[in-house]
C-alpha cells in the first residue's frame, strides 16, 4: 500500500502517464476497500471516548467519501483525485498502524520486530517542520538519502 501512496506522493514521484494513473487509481481505491473495514474493526474495539478510536473513525469516514467520488474531467483533475486517494490511503495505514501495534520501517516499508535493530528517524524539511519522522531498520538506513 505504501509503495502505490509513494508513486504518487513520494519525493521522486511524477506525473503517470493516462493509463498507468488509471490503473493506480484503482489500485489504490481497491486498498482503501480493503483496509477501511480492518481499521473500522479495530477501532470500533476501543472505548468511545477514546482519541485514537474518534481519529480513525474520521479517516475511514473520509476514505469512504472519497470512494464515491470520481475524478473532474480533464488530466490534471484525474492526478489530483489520485493524490487524494493516496493521502487518504496514508493516514489509513498509520491508523491502522497505531491500532495494530505495528512499526513500519519508513525505507523498506515491512513490520519492524521487536528482535530486530531499529534506530528513530526524523528527517526536518527546509521550512522547519519535520517532513517525515518515525522507524528505521538499523539495516535499511544506508537506503534513506538525507537532503
Known amino acids: 500500500m505504501r509503495d502505490s501512496i509513494r508513486r504518487l506522493l513520494g519525493p521522486h514521484a511524477g506525473i503517470p502517464e493516462t493509463q498507468e494513473l488509471a490503473v493506480l487509481t484503482g489500485v489504490l481505491r481497491g486498498h482503501i476497500e480493503s483496509i477501511t473495514p480492518r481499521i473500522e474493526q479495530a477501532a470500533l474495539k476501543l472505548p468511545a471516548d477514546d482519541v485514537p ?3 480513525a473513525l474520521a479517516c475511514v469516514g ?3 467519501r472519497k470512494l ?3 475524478a473532474s474531467p480533464g488530466p490534471s483533475a484525474a492526478v489530483a ?3 487524494r ?8 495505514c ?6 495494530a501495534g505495528v512499526v513500519m520501517c519508513l ?3 515491512q513490520p519492524i520486530r521487536d528482535s530486530e535493530a531499529s534506530m528513530p528517524y526524523d528527517h526536518i524539511s527546509p521550512s522547519g517542520g519535520t517532513a517525515l519522522s518515525g522507524t528505521l531498520h538499523t539495516r535499511c538506513a544506508h537506503t534513506i538519502r538525507r537532503h
Do not use: G, I, V
Not at 486517494?85 to 489509513?92: D, F, K, N
Open 68 to 70: 464515491t467520488t470520481t
Open 107 to 109: 525505507a523498506c516499508d
Open 81 to 83: 483525485y489520485a493524490r
Open 94 to 99: 498509520d491508523h491502522w498502524e497505531t491500532l
Open 62 to 64: 473520509e476514505a469512504r
Open 85 to 92: 486517494l493516496a493521502r487518504s490511503l496514508a493516514a489509513l
Open 53 to 55: 478510536r474518534y481519529c
